[in-house]
């Protein structure tokens, strides 16, 4: 039985900043106030390995499974089924994108919901991690027998434009984080 698992290589460029907020633990200092908090600590919401700054995987599956789900695109012959269930369980990302160098890291202060919930009416200053530019490779194992090249490839353009990745994307009623596909290398 030859193997099944076909490799698709993508090569993205960033569209719009990316904007990272990952969950951190670091501690307040005695005497330290919400606002030297966030001055102190916001490099640690970015994705950091060494000198380089990383989006993790899941993001970028996450977001292909979302394109898959909000497209509804169906399978042909197959009446109103789509292909949302073989992007869930038959596409697998491992590995993190290193998408720039922690120099091309900007502070970006945002007057950002407290407590994560729009219109919640508390609202704080945070600070976050922004990239300009960016760009990398991502690699996708594509499983599933069902998804066709054509298809994967529409759905991962649908995610750059429609889903996005990091903190306030068109997912989430922003515009960061926005990509295009500009190579697919299937092997």
């Not at 977001?63 to 949302?84: E, F, N």
Request: positive net charge; contains cysteine; glycine residues 10%.
């Amino acid at each position: 039985m030859t193997n099944p698992i076909r490799t698709c290589k993508v090569t993205i460029k960033g569209m719009t900043p990316y904007s990272a907020s990952r969950a951190h633990q670091e501690e307040k200092l005695k005497g330290e106030d919400s606002s030297a908090y966030e001055d102190r600590t916001w490099m640690s919401k970015a994705h950091l390995s060494g000198d380089s700054v990383f989006i993790p995987p899941m993001a970028f599956k996450m977001g292909l499974d979302r394109a898959a789900k909000i497209s509804g695109k169906q399978i042909p012959g197959k009446g109103k089924s789509t292909y949302t269930k073989f992007f869930e369980s038959g596409v697998l990302v491992t590995k993190p994108i290193e998408i720039a160098s922690v120099g091309a890291i900007q502070k970006e202060r945002v007057h950002a919901n407290a407590d994560g919930v729009r219109g919640s009416g508390k609202r704080v200053w945070r600070n976050f991690p922004r990239i300009d530019d960016w760009s990398g490779v991502i690699e996708f194992s594509v499983i599933a027998p069902e998804i066709p090249k054509d298809v994967f490839e529409e759905m991962l353009i649908y995610s750059g434009l429609a889903v996005g990745v990091g903190r306030f994307r068109p997912e989430k009623g922003g515009y960061f984080g926005r990509f295009e596909a500009t190579k697919f290398a299937w092997s």
